[in-house]
């Protein structure tokens, strides 16, 4: 390994230490010089399907055999993602009395996909890693299909978007992207496993900018509006965490693959909401998933520390010890 190499992947497993520190600093950026960053919104759809095309280089065949192996688990696991995140928002923007933009992008960020760092959080966490990359994996695939049909049954038959227009965005940032790193990671495995340590830092980096340029074009609504909307988005985030675990209790699920389902359940892939709400409707759309960005890898990180410490309760229980970037 070149020096060189050897700094960026040392940068790289840096960025993945402190990514919700480094999410929340582009925050920060965001307020204090709105003008000068609001035109990296123009680059969302762009950069989220870099960090797409990522994801799709650390999958592999294997990763997608869970799901005949452990169909009820997998299954389960789909269920909570695609019910409780997008009911909750819905009604915890009621109960806000968030409307319009707001209520559009909080029903956004619960109807996407399982969130780009999860895979990361349940590995830290002693869960189920193999579950928590199929369910991030098969979720991705799909969010086409299922994200489209969620937003407008929970924010209204009168949005100015139908159903193919978000389904092609949604396959062009988020489907097409994945399946390429897949198909590319099937033919050259050996040239892909040489750049795997460093993919951890473009997606880092790719956070940011997008937050960064969200809460520049937002720094307004933020000022006016932002504690209630990080309020509800805190709510939104510890509803999907503790929903998902309960949910993987009853189903009767071991406490590592509940850890997995939780963590899930309760991160989103915020950059897709965020992507789709400056493609379709507004900035101001944008910003429950860039709040959410932020909040969502700090409370991660939180919930992976406090787990971490806590020993699985029966054995057999240990997670595997593939970890995805």
Same mark, same amino acid.
């Given at each position: ?64 055999? =869970? ?49 780009t760092?999860s ?8 869960g ?61 495995d ?30 307004e ?5 932002g ?13 999907? =965490?503790?929903l ?82």
């Amino acid at each position: 390994m070149t020096q060189r190499g050897g700094i960026v992947r040392r940068l790289a497993e840096l960025a993945g230490t402190w990514f919700g520190l480094l999410v929340l600093l582009g925050g920060v950026v965001g307020m204090l010089v709105p003008e000068q960053v609001s035109g990296l919104t123009d680059y969302v759809s762009l950069l989220l399907g870099i960090i797409m095309f990522g994801m799709g280089l650390t999958l592999r065949a294997a990763d997608f055999a =869970l799901v005949a192996r452990r169909p009820l688990a997998v299954l389960f696991g789909l269920l909570a993602q695609f019910v409780i995140m997008p009911f909750t928002a819905w009604g915890i923007a009621q109960l806000f009395g968030l409307t319009g933009a707001l209520l559009v992008g909080m029903v956004l960020v619960g109807s996407a996909p399982g969130g780009t760092a999860s895979n990361v959080i349940v590995y830290l966490a002693k869960g189920d890693v193999a579950l928590s990359v199929t369910l991030t994996s098969v979720s991705t695939l799909l969010a086409p299909f299922l994200t489209p049909l969620l937003i407008l049954l929970l924010a209204g038959s009168d949005l100015p978007v139908g159903f193919g227009d978000m389904f092609v965005s949604i396959a062009q940032v988020v489907l097409l992207p994945v399946l390429a790193g897949i198909v590319l990671r099937a033919i050259a495995d050996r040239a892909v496993q040489r750049v795997l340590p460093y993919l951890p830092l473009v997606s880092v980096l790719g956070i940011v900018v997008v937050v960064t340029g969200i809460v520049g074009a937002n720094a307004e609504t933020i000022a006016t509006s932002g504690w209630l909307l990080m309020l509800a988005v805190v709510v939104h985030n510890a509803a999907g =965490l503790g929903l998902g675990y309960g949910a993987a209790r009853l189903a009767g699920l071991d406490e590592s693959a509940r850890r997995a389902v939780s963590v899930e359940v309760g991160m989103q892939n915020s950059g897709l909401a965020s992507s789709l709400a400056t493609t379709h409707f507004t900035a101001a759309a944008a910003l429950p998933g860039a709040v959410f960005s932020v909040w969502h890898n700090l409370s991660g990180s939180l919930l992976a520390s406090f787990w971490a410490r806590r020993p699985l309760r029966r054995t057999g229980d240990e997670p595997s010890e593939r970890a995805a970037s």
